[in-house]
Every structure is written in C-alpha cells, then in structure tokens.
C-alpha cells in the first residue's frame, strides 16, 4: 500500500525516548548496568495521516512530567509541516526483579 504500517510508530518512539535520554548525558545501556529499567506501562497512538514510504519525517519528543516512579512523554511526527501522529508513553521505573523503584534523580520532575 505504499504506507508505513502502524506498529512501527511505537518503535519511533522508543528511539525518541532513547536519544532524548541521551541528551541528559546519560544512555538507556548506562541506566540498564546501574539495575534502573524503564518499562512502558501505557501508549496510546493517534493516527492522523500515514506516512509514506520514503518520506523525510521529523520526530519531536518531550517529557511531560515525571513522579517518584513513572515518567510520561509526548510525541509528534511530522512531515514537513503536516502532523502526522501524536502519542504518549507512560513509563515505570523497575529494578532487576520488575518491582517498581524511584525513579533516577535526572528524570524527576517533582
């Protein structure tokens, strides 16, 4: 059909999350090593127009906020000047046995 299928929007976000992440001076691997997991609990897609295959998309992604162990993040994917899909991803902070924990001081908002 020419268009990209919706299952790969989320895949973007995730590499938003991660480059976002890594602007803090901090990588995802580095949070990982110090038992610090970051486990999506909640996404929710808008679909506004596809994309299409070969197109240059421009993708925005934001914090929200951030509590003792959940961090929310807001995304946008453009086309030029077209939106094309909106999204937000909650995430909880575990440790290595999947139990929620504090979230790293970096990522706090409150």
């Given amino acids: ?3 990209v299928h919706h299952t790969a929007y989320p895949v973007w976000f ?4 991660t480059e976002l992440l890594r602007e803090t001076g901090v990588t995802y691997r580095e949070f990982e090593e ?11 897609v808008t679909y506004k127009q596809p994309a299409r295959y070969d197109d240059l998309l421009r993708l925005t992604t934001s914090w929200l906020d951030a509590g003792r162990v ?7 994917l453009h086309r030029g000047d077209d939106l094309l899909v909106t999204g937000e991803t909650t995430l909880a902070c575990l440790d290595e046995s999947g139990r929620p924990q504090a979230l790293p001081d970096l990522l706090r908002s409150d």
């Fill in 70 to 76: 959940k961090i929310r993040h807001c995304y946008e």
């Fill in 14 to 17: 995730e590499m938003g999350r």
């Fill in 34 to 44: 110090t038992g610090v997991f970051l486990a999506v609990i909640n996404l929710t």
């Fill in 1 to 3: 059909m020419g268009v």
